[in-house]
């Protein structure tokens, strides 16, 4: 497998996005932030004529977003139908996969199997394939409860 | 053509197309199963189909090639070149046939048997069904319905020239137009920052009434008739009441209402749902009905209606009606509500509990209803798209559900407010008014976590934006934010206070993300003018999770009523509006009579005062703007002093507000009475009193009073303009005496008149030649002044008034 890959490292961990699945990476202008929501949508941005909602990968994952960096740019995505801005630490590079993911004993810890498809092998070395429905599915627990009825 | 016969055409024809591919695929192997099961599906459609119709040829060619294509598929027979050959010589005798049909033309008489027999087993026959009898090449799929029409055959209607056209095409044209929506928006928004430019501003303007002609025209391709939901009703009602033993009258209406092709879709298996349950539960078997003394035969109708943007689909049966006792016996039983919140609801609200999920008081199963699928469903799929449902109903006389939905999901007009930094828009549609006004005018009160407001003697609930939103309050203090008054499907009125209004316009509503649709705040996002994504809410939604949706809010109000009485008039009210140089400006509300609407051309500009035509009466104009007007009305506030009137041209009316801020004198401008503040923003406040002082004067009716002057070629000339400027008519000479409401003349023509003692009605105004006239009770001819005033008085005392009555 020889595919494209986008590389880039989310709460410190290098992660790798199939090339395929991002369709641009765009520079995050205002984002106008959407209350009621779990932490991890970080609001929506404009991109031309069209709304992104934006992500946030660390807080998707279940991870605080304490004490990582955060990219002034963002990958977009599309999943079923909606096109998403995803937040990292960083947007490092595209470079090829040399392998088929695979998995590692043990497994990734909790946050990081749920989202993973697992590890693959590439240009700049090993990195976690990441399952875009399953990232931006958002953590488990649904954050806080929705709908403060009076 | 008959609509159904077009549609027959236009499906076979489309089959075609896409099936001849098939056909020669499959003549080429004819042992291809998938390429035998498309075509299969061809003849068995139009087999299916022409049972709707009369034609028994077409039935019968079909029906003869299902036959033997299903003997192939169940493998009784194996497909063999001259099966294919027949099979082909059939359907493109079919097309043939079709293409003879769309021209209204009787197909030839042809050797249908011979096509027929063809498909039996070891033909000895090969034929050709372009044979001598069939039209000529008439199986090009391809050829397309509109322009079929070049070729006019006789008989040949000008049918309506119509194509089909993929849903995918339409709405990326649709998105496409949203698109340029936007772009206009965001140049209108620079525009508006570059200041006038008339040299752009006039084709933008066009721009702007042909990008919104061309949208119009693309909401409407996207518009279908209620009609081809309303189509497969009656058989389903007939079905149902046939298998339940009942007996059913169905009455449909509207069926002339257009809605997007998507909301009928939407709302197809709610209606059903809707019509089954009535069919099974809400109408009796027919001899209940007799017993209960109404006809045998139930009714069931169905009515569609448009207003505004919304749709409503009413949906009603004469049965039995919905039975509190055990809609509320059952709800206390699943736990929906408790005893005692049930004793506070009315019967109203008790009726609503059918739409909660887990409910269903159908006590058997039914084949009909009761499949699991509850009303719950149907609400939430209303919901989603903006819709809502609610249920009355008389026991023993019957149910009605009423379905809202609105008319198309793309575009809609829009409120955008501010709270708290944030924007957010709101739909028009909900919106019944905006209220700029403080805490104590709207006595605003905190009951426990409840906010109440009093609106026109109401009290009505509020909802602080961002408290619902859980956001930090903005700069404005509690109960001093702008009311946006939100009016729900249902009827209930309630108030969302944000800080500030920002703009309203078109929004182009795009969907948001399943994550964030799952809150319920939200319908959709948009994008404004300067490119900013704002967050459309969910007014329906927001209202239900507060459970402001119905009843409760009857009880406040009756409460409330007495004491809202007793707040209005407290604090002075003022009409807002925007004049024609863009400032804003208020007047005493007490000043500002009507507010008129005028054609351009009742405005007279010819004099140094502007002059207006209201109901025949002439009054004055102020507050044009310098240039020529530009639109073909123009809004006027009629303002009197209770004796006098003028008008005041206004750009724009904003709303009648309190004056709660202290008023700033202003010195420098007579004509500004003080400066105050609305809602943040100043406002200039007009002195009434300078105003009519300068500009009033009693209403002038159109039909002037006749004036009679004196006959000499001066007075035609000279005199009869002034004396028409101030409000006369001149009076002909034959004119009857006492229609003259004012008689000028020479002194000395005067003295002569008087020693004749001849009858001179209304007012006299006496003219002297001679400047020095000053002791006598006459006016110097060119003493314009005078003239002009002792006209005026003339004018304002009417026939008291006698000048110069000294003889």
């Excluded at chain 2, 100043?682 to 009193?689: P, S």
Aim: net charge negative.
């Amino acid at each position: 497998m020889n595919d494209l890959l986008v590389m880039a490292q989310i709460a410190g961990r290098r992660c790798a996005l199939h090339a395929h699945d991002v369709k641009s990476v765009i520079e995050v202008g205002a984002v106008e932030p959407v209350p009621r929501t779990p932490a991890f949508i970080a609001g929506i941005t404009a991109m031309r004529s069209q709304a992104l909602t934006v992500i946030d990968c660390r807080l998707a994952l279940g991870l605080g977003s304490d004490g990582w960096p955060t990219d002034h740019r963002a990958a977009v995505v599309a999943v079923a139908g909606h096109s998403y801005a995803l937040r990292v630490d960083a947007i490092e590079d595209i470079t090829t996969g040399s392998a088929d993911p695979g998995q590692v004993p043990g497994g990734f810890g909790p946050e990081w199997s749920r989202v993973a498809s697992g590890m693959i092998e590439t240009a700049i070395g090993p990195a976690l394939l990441l399952d875009l429905a399953a990232l931006i599915a958002g953590p488990a627990r649904t954050g806080e409860p929705v709908g403060a009825a009076a | 053509m008959d609509d159904l016969l077009a549609d027959f055409v236009a499906e076979t024809r489309e089959m075609l197309e896409a099936s001849e591919g098939e056909i020669i695929a499959w003549e080429a192997d004819p042992a291809d199963r998938a390429r035998l099961d498309t075509i299969f599906r061809f003849v068995h459609t139009v087999k299916g189909n022409c049972g709707f119709f009369d034609f028994p040829r077409l039935a019968g060619l079909s029906h003869a090639a299902e036959d033997a294509l299903a003997d192939c598929r169940a493998g009784r027979r194996a497909p063999d070149s001259a099966l294919v050959s027949a099979v082909l010589a059939i359907i493109d005798r079919i097309a043939a046939m079709v293409d003879a049909i769309e021209a209204g033309e009787d197909f030839p008489e042809a050797d249908d048997e011979a096509l027929i027999a063809a498909l039996d087993e070891e033909p000895e026959i090969e034929i050709d069904a372009r044979g001598e009898d069939a039209p000529p090449s008439p199986a090009e799929p391809g050829a397309e319905q509109a322009g079929d029409s070049g070729d006019v055959r006789p008989g040949q209607h000008a049918a309506q020239r119509s194509i089909r056209l993929p849903v995918d095409l339409l709405d990326r044209v649709m998105s496409g137009v949203s698109d340029m929506v936007l772009a206009r928006n965001d140049l209108a928004h620079r525009l508006r920052q570059a200041g006038n430019q008339p040299t752009i501003d006039g084709p933008f303007e066009r721009l702007t009434t042909i990008l919104s002609d061309v949208r119009d025209a693309i909401t409407r391709m996207r518009m279908q008739r209620i009609e081809t939901l309303f189509a497969s009703l009656p058989r389903l009602v007939r079905d149902l009441s046939g298998e339940l033993g009942k007996q059913v009258m169905i009455d449909l209406e509207g069926g002339d209402v257009e809605l997007d092709r998507e909301m009928i879709e939407v709302v197809r298996d709610p209606l059903t749902h809707i019509i089954r349950n009535a069919v099974d539960h809400g109408i009796e078997p027919p001899s209940d009905r007799l017993a209960a003394g109404k006809r045998e035969i139930a009714l069931l109708s169905i009515a569609a209606r448009q207003s505004g943007n919304t749709i409503s689909i009413v949906v009603s049966d004469d049965g039995r009606g919905l039975d509190e006792e055990r809609i509320a016996a059952k709800a206390v039983a699943t736990g929906l509500v408790s005893e005692g919140q049930l004793r506070e609801m009315g019967r109203d609200k008790i009726l609503q509990l059918i739409f909660e999920p887990g409910f269903s008081t159908a006590e058997k199963v039914t084949g009909v209803s009761g499949r699991g699928v509850g009303l719950d469903v149907v609400r939430q799929n209303l919901e989603r798209v903006g819709g809502s449902i609610k249920v009355s109903s008389q026991p023993g006389v019957g149910t009605l559900f009423t379905l809202q939905i609105p008319l198309t999901l793309s575009i809609i007009a829009g409120l955008t407010v501010e709270t708290g930094e944030q924007r957010f828009a709101v739909p028009q549609s909900y919106v019944e008014e905006i209220v700029h006004s403080s805490a104590k005018a709207l006595d605003y009160t905190r009951m426990g976590e409840t906010a109440l407001i009093t609106f026109r003697g109401e009290r009505v609930p509020c909802l602080l934006l961002s408290d619902v939103l859980g956001l930090e309050a903005g700069d404005v203090a509690e109960g001093d934010h702008t009311m946006v008054m939100l009016r729900l499907a249902s009827g209930d009125l309630f108030a969302l206070a944000v800080d500030r209004i920002h703009s309203h316009g078109d929004l182009v509503v795009k969907p948001l993300a399943p994550a964030v649709m799952k809150s319920g705040f939200y319908a959709g996002s948009t994008l404004l003018d300067d490119g900013r994504p704002v967050l459309l809410l969910d007014v329906t939604n927001i209202a239900g999770m507060y459970d402001l949706v119905s009843d409760a809010r009857t009880r406040v109000l009756k409460a409330g009523m007495e004491e809202g009485e007793r707040a209005a008039g407290t604090a002075m009210r003022a009409m807002l509006f925007t004049d024609f140089a863009g400032r804003r400006l208020g007047l005493r509300l007490e000043l500002v009579k009507r507010i008129e609407t005028a054609a351009a051309s009742a405005v007279d500009r010819s004099t140094g005062t502007a002059r207006a035509v209201i109901d025949g009466v002439i009054l004055p104009l102020v507050g044009l703007p310098d240039g020529p007007l530009t639109s073909e009305k123009v809004r006027l506030l009629r303002l009197s002093d209770g004796a006098c009137e003028l008008l005041y041209a206004v750009a724009e009316v904003d709303d009648a507000v309190e004056l709660i801020e202290p008023l700033k004198p202003v010195a420098d401008d007579p004509l500004v009475e003080a400066m105050t503040l609305v809602a943040g923003r100043t406002v200039t406040l007009i002195d009434g009193h300078e105003l009519f002082a300068r500009h009033g004067e009693p209403p002038e009716p159109a039909a002037r009073p006749l004036a009679r002057l004196p006959d000499s070629e001066w007075a035609r000339t000279i005199l009869a303009p002034l004396v028409a400027s101030a409000g006369y008519e001149i009076a002909e000479a034959n004119a009857p005496e006492d229609e003259v409401a004012l008689t000028i003349m020479f002194d000395e023509v005067c003295e002569v008149a008087g020693g004749l003692d001849r009858p001179v009605s209304g007012a006299v105004i006496r003219l002297s030649d001679q400047p020095d006239g000053t002791g006598r009770q006459t006016i110097y001819r060119y003493d314009r002044a005078a003239l002009v005033e002792a006209l005026h008085r003339a004018r304002n005392r009417g026939h008291a008034a006698n000048e110069g009555a000294s003889a």
